[in-house]
């Protein structure tokens, strides 16, 4: 249950200015959280009391969600297809390889590639991917028609996912097809691949703003027919999270068959959507690497791979080799010239940097306090910021620890006020902390400082860097010399 301790020393040596911590935990109990990512007993209750004293947390699910599979789904992993569309991309064969055959180390159920009918080299790449022998299932997603069709399964594909818009503004703009023409063709295309022995799904498009009496009625046809998964898409991104569960719920009630879902992220709702969906019974979620795709792209795999975790990390874990995740983030990144943005869940630069001095006590004492995800179940190490004007005397502890100085907490206290003191002109690199801590730390043991002492700890300071500074010129001198001569 309690994090493995991550190594104090290595982890400040990338970022100058933060410091690695260790999990002080060990042998504690970490308190479970809740579906919802709270800990338990933390947060209020629907109706906002909080005076319970057996603290349940009214957000875990309930023995009655028969139909919630957030911890029972497949991730479609659509870098290759829908990351295709992202305006940046362009993957070369040798690309494409490398993209699959990380996100099948990483443990993706399926991967979807580009329609082999879109080009001569997509048609290629698809062969030689799925010629690969990954462990994951390969896919191509083709138009609801018969020539894409006999295209697609000539290509070794595991399966095949087929799609058709479906409302008004794509029946009357797109394709201009009604509904008898599409349901008689999805029959003719579902039957096609069933007969080569290989999975195949129905998808509508634009299904939130299609009619849900065609909707329904054209799930339920495939389904009679035996398609393996049918697909809901927000292709424009317009849908939230109730009108998601709503449907999915419905569909649920209609199709025997499994569920897959295509959420893109034009309002920012595409994770909270996906997660939506499993909790009212979809089985398979369609992701991209950092999201990318037409436009803004869909539901990105870290972002849903965080709050899959936050719900039930040890299925999760069970599932997926998640210290990959930033070594798969950098390739995609690099391939689509694109930095993997700051506040990106789990690899975003500052995921597990705590800077507040009173996020870092708890941390401290407990990381579950202000950490939902543990960095060390994705390879990575948290830190505390503490050469800035919030920290506070417990994580300058913390480092005081880790230098092996021995000071009391009253001289913490104080030698923290002169770190603030000077972050209140510029922030302090790790160095400058260290350098602050050192000196004050030899003062007090050569006698030359007691606490509360300003003026002498200032002295002992400048003596600290106008030493430094002659050392600097001696070495230096010679190099100009030599340089000279
Ligand atoms: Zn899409």
């Avoid at 569309?85 to 180390?105: G, H, R, V, Y």
């Avoid at 195949?200 to 998964?229: A, C, H, M, P, W």
Wanted: aromatic content about 6%; hydrophobic content about 40%.
């Amino acid at each position: 249950m309690c994090p493995s301790l991550t190594d104090g020393a290595s982890a400040s040596t990338d970022r100058s200015e933060m410091v690695g911590i260790e999990n002080t935990n060990v042998g504690r109990p970490v308190p479970t959280n809740g579906v919802n990512g709270h800990a338990n007993g933390h947060t209020n209750g629907a109706n906002g009391h909080s005076s319970s004293t057996q603290r349940r947390n009214p957000y875990a699910p309930r023995a009655s969600e028969f139909l919630n599979n957030v911890a029972n789904f497949k991730i479609i992993e659509s870098t290759l297809r829908e990351g295709e569309q992202f305006a940046n991309a362009f993957f070369d064969t040798k690309t494409k390889i490398a993209i699959a055959k990380a996100l099948d180390a990483f443990g993706v159920e399926y991967i979807e590639l580009t329609s082999p009918a879109a080009s001569e080299q997509s048609r290629a790449d698809c062969e030689a991917i799925c010629k690969l022998g990954l462990r994951c299932k390969i896919l191509t997603h083709i138009r609801c028609h018969m020539d894409d069709a006999r295209i697609a399964v000539e290509t070794g594909v595991d399966g095949v996912d087929v799609v058709i818009g479906t409302s008004s503004f794509l029946r009357e703009f797109s394709h201009g097809k009604d509904m008898t023409y599409i349901t008689k063709t999805a029959i003719e295309v579902i039957n096609f691949v069933k007969s080569k022995g290989i999975e195949v799904r129905f998808s509508t498009e634009d299904s939130f703003r299609s009619d849900l009496v065609d909707l329904l009625s054209i799930y339920q046809t495939v389904d009679k027919i035996g398609v393996n998964r049918v697909g809901i898409a927000d292709t424009v991104g317009c849908a939230n999270p109730r009108q998601v569960y709503e449907l999915v719920r419905t569909l649920r009630g209609v199709v025997g068959c499994d569920i897959e879902i295509h959420l893109h992220n034009d309002t920012g709702m595409a994770i909270a959507n996906a997660y939506t969906a499993l909790e009212a019974g979809a089985t398979h979620i369609d992701t991209s690497v950092l999201g990318i795709g037409e436009r803004v792209g869909i539901t990105p795999l870290g972002g849903l791979v965080a709050c899959l975790y936050a719900a039930d990390p040890e299925y999760v874990k069970s599932k997926y080799n998640l210290p990959m995740l930033r070594e798969i983030e950098n390739l995609v990144a690099e391939a689509v010239e694109v930095n993997v943005p700051f506040m990106n869940p789990i690899t975003g630069y500052c995921a597990f940097t705590h800077k507040a001095g009173i996020h870092a006590k708890a941390i401290l004492n407990n990381p579950s306090t202000y950490e939902i995800l543990k960095p060390e179940d994705f390879g990575l190490t948290r830190y505390v910021a503490i050469g800035h004007r919030l920290t506070g005397w417990n994580a300058v502890k913390s480092r005081v620890e880790q230098l092996n100085l021995t000071l009391t907490d009253e001289q913490i206290k104080d030698v923290t006020a002169k770190i603030k003191e000077l972050a209140d002109v510029r922030t302090q690199s790790l160095d400058d902390v260290d350098t602050i801590l050192r000196v004050y730390h030899s003062g007090i043991q050569s006698g030359e400082l007691a606490v509360g002492q300003k003026e002498a700890l200032d002295r002992l300071l400048r003596e600290h860097r106008e030493a430094a500074t002659r050392e600097r010129g001696e070495t230096e001198q010679p190099q100009v010399v030599a340089a000279a001569a």
